[in-house]
């Protein structure tokens, strides 16, 4: 019997009252627009969100929102303007210098802007040291609040995943505000069809 085991097995054997678990459901806040709330909730935190109808050319989208990116990393087929694709280099130190990720979002949350980011390229330190972020999520992948996000989660398994909203940022430095001081200094989230 492995050692956590044998502490479950005690803690088991010492517990004289079982309780019922306590109702966990919270009346969470729910947007009439979800994505106009997601789009206001992404900009207050320094990000932009866009959203793309069909025909739209999203390798010109790219173009426009991030036209001084010179070094664009992507594996997703359908980005042509990437110039590298992120799960062909040997070391994640190769990574440094990137103008550009562009990469894929799951799921969007309108309470904060943030963007679930599973685990898709093979050195997740893509996420933080490129320069700019686009993240593309299909459209109508939004939920209201946290608690949906979390429940969208409940038993999926992630090698690795992270919620994104906008830019990094800090304040710590002379009460000012910084943007890109531990990952990305801009983040667009673009909306699929």
């Known amino acids: 019997m492995s050692s956590k085991e044998t502490i479950l097995a005690a803690i088991r054997k010492n517990t004289l009252k079982q309780y019922d678990k306590p109702d966990m459901s919270v009346d969470a806040i729910q947007f009439a627009d979800k994505e106009a709330q997601f789009a206001e ?48 280099v040997a070391d994640p130190r ?28 093979k050195y997740k330190g893509l996420y933080f040291i490129s320069s700019n972020l686009m993240i593309l999520v299909k459209k109508g ?4 609040n946290m608690h949906e ?30 943007f890109g001081a531990h990952g990305p200094i801009g983040v667009v989230v673009a909306f699929v069809p």
């Not at 992507?74 to 590298?84: G, K």
Request: aromatic share 8%.
């Open 41 to 88: 909730s992404l900009k207050a935190s320094g990000g932009t969100a866009v959203y793309m109808q069909a025909g739209d050319d999203l390798n010109r989208m790219i173009g426009e929102h991030f036209p001084e990116a010179k070094r664009i990393a992507s594996n997703l087929p359908d980005v042509r303007c990437a110039t590298f694709n992120p799960d062909d």
């Open 94 to 121: 190769e990574l440094d210098n990137t103008d550009l990720a562009i990469i894929r979002g799951e799921f969007a949350v309108a309470e904060n802007g943030a963007v679930w980011i599973p685990k898709s390229v």
């Open 149 to 178: 996000a979390y429940r969208k989660l409940e038993g999926k398994d992630y090698d690795f995943g992270v919620f994104i909203s906008g830019p990094s940022k800090t304040a710590d430095i002379e009460q000012a505000l910084v």
């Open 141 to 144: 992948e939004i939920v209201n």
